[in-house]
């Protein structure tokens, strides 16, 4: 089965500019979460969709951070303006209930 | 909130020994994964375990989840040099939902 895609895989941007990324999890998975790895540390779960809902989204920056997964497949994530310390990997999973995750090759963001 | 703590932060051992790595959640947790990261990669998924007291194995890999749940260890017999990356333990409060993933143990394998 395909794997989770994930785009760009790299991008660099100044402050205070914005960036968006974008995950297709696997086909099936109704389960899809977006992660923030910053270097040396364990994934930071940012928000969990369940189909097309929100399950969880305690931990993501509201005021820069937005995230939506229009039809229950694929996901953007967006964060406007960026600050430096979101210079971070952000990673998309995915998974079907009751089962390990599925991570994509990730998005290296640096900011400038 | 939630915390989970692995230790150690790193290890060096040499081709051919063993390692462990353990990992400790304030909280009661509802199952625990694994997951291991090569260097510049992404997580990979090595083993869920939901039962309280349960061991699996996965050829050279043991994996064990705490009698009270709130504890779990990946033990690795005869490291090669391809198990080299970080391990994290990711283990969740309620169902399958808001897992929360570990600090980490890097493993460097020295040949």
């Known amino acids: 089965e395909a794997g989770v895609a994930q785009s760009p895989r790299y991008k660099i941007i100044e402050k205070r500019q914005s960036v968006a990324f974008w995950c297709n999890p696997i086909?099936?998975?109704?389960?899809l979460y977006w992660y923030q790895q910053i270097l040396g540390q364990g994934p930071k779960l940012l928000i969990q969709?369940?189909?097309?809902?929100?399950?969880?989204d305690s931990q993501l920056p509201k005021d820069r951070f937005s995230a939506e997964r229009l039809k229950g497949v694929d996901s953007t994530l967006k964060i406007q303006p960026a600050k430096l310390e979101d210079s971070a990997v952000y990673l998309c999973a995915s998974s079907s209930l009751g089962n390990g995750y599925t991570f994509g090759s990730g998005t290296r963001l640096t900011v400038v | 909130g939630q915390q989970v703590m692995q230790i150690p932060q790193y290890q060096h051992v040499q081709e051919g020994e063993d390692f462990t790595t353990y990992c400790n959640s304030s909280?009661?947790?509802?199952?625990i994964q694994w997951y291991k990261q090569r260097p510049g990669g992404h997580p990979v998924f090595l083993i869920q375990?939901?039962?309280?007291?349960e061991v699996k194995k996965q050829k050279r890999l043991t994996f064990q989840f705490g009698e009270a749940k709130k504890n779990s260890s990946l033990h690795i017999t005869a490291t090669q040099t391809t198990d080299v990356g970080t391990y994290f333990c990711?283990?969740?409060?309620?169902?399958?939902?808001?897992?929360?993933f570990g600090t980490g143990t890097k493993l460097q394998v020295i040949p």
């Open positions: 990711a283990g969740s409060l309620w169902g399958y939902q808001k897992v929360t």
């Open positions: 909280t009661t947790l509802s199952n």
């Open positions: 969709f369940q189909n097309n809902g929100v399950v969880d």
């Open positions: 086909s099936g998975h109704a389960t």
């Open positions: 375990l939901v039962k309280s007291g």
